[in-house]
T-cell receptor, first 113, second 115 residues
């Protein structure tokens, strides 16, 4: 079946350091979405990437979609304590005309103030 | 305010019991989903429904059942056949035309524990 692998599983940084999480799929994705889940909370949609090689920015967050549409990354510049949480990528596959969202395992980010 | 309401927030189930988790949305979304979240494993799809009176199995449907009699409601029943039901259950909804901007909207979840 469709799988999306995400690494690392955990990342601990000092406040002010950068952070990156990576997603990979063995098959081509239609689109990819990114979500953030705060501790004890539920996933909240951040962004969707559609085009090959696409790069989008949201303040300190930079999202990239690979040229082959099989990988993606989220980079946070100069982390702040408000960035704490688990970041999930979710690959969208087209299955018999329907979209199926498959989540990566998530990267849990903790920050030392 | 529009959103998804899941209830209860916490649920305790005895061995052999069936329990039903509620999910209601007032976003006028056509599609609704149930995910299960276990520590370190991300979210796994249980069932999804793209339209009223229709639903499909996801990747881990065994031991679960759903219904979609109304657009707003998509309850999930965890049956006694589900051998390891302790998990965090998340309901989500989406509108195909708006997914690129808004993605999936999630409820606040139900934490189910077998006692």
């Amino acid at each position: 079946g469709q799988q999306v692998m995400q690494i690392p599983q955990y990342q601990h940084v000092q406040e002010g350091e950068d952070f990156t999480t990576y997603c990979n799929s063995s098959t081509t994705l239609s689109n990819i979405q990114w979500y953030k889940q705060r501790p004890g909370g539920h996933p909240v949609f951040l962004i969707q990437l559609v085009k090959s090689g696409e790069v989008k920015k949201q303040k300190r967050l930079t999202f990239q979609f690979g040229e082959a549409k099989k990988n993606s990354s989220l980079h946070i510049t100069a982390t702040q304590t408000t960035d704490v949480g688990t970041y999930f990528c979710a690959g969208i596959f087209l299955i018999q005309g329907a979209q199926k969202l498959v989540f990566g395992q998530g990267t849990r980010l903790t920050i030392n103030p | 305010d529009g959103g998804i309401t899941q209830s209860p927030k916490y649920l305790f189930r005895k061995e052999g019991q069936n329990v039903t988790l509620s999910c209601e949305q007032n976003l006028n979304h056509d599609a609704m989903y149930w995910y299960r979240q276990d520590p370190g494993q991300g979210l796994r799809l249980i069932y999804y429904s793209q339209i009223v009176n229709d639903f499909q199995k996801g990747d881990i449907a065994e031991g679960y059942s759903v219904s979609r009699e109304k657009k707003e409601s998509f309850p999930l029943t965890v049956t006694s056949a589900q051998k390891n039901p302790t998990a965090f259950y998340l309901c989500a909804s989406s509108s195909p035309g708006q997914a690129q901007v808004y993605g999936y909207t999630f409820g606040s979840g139900t934490r189910l524990t077998v006692v």
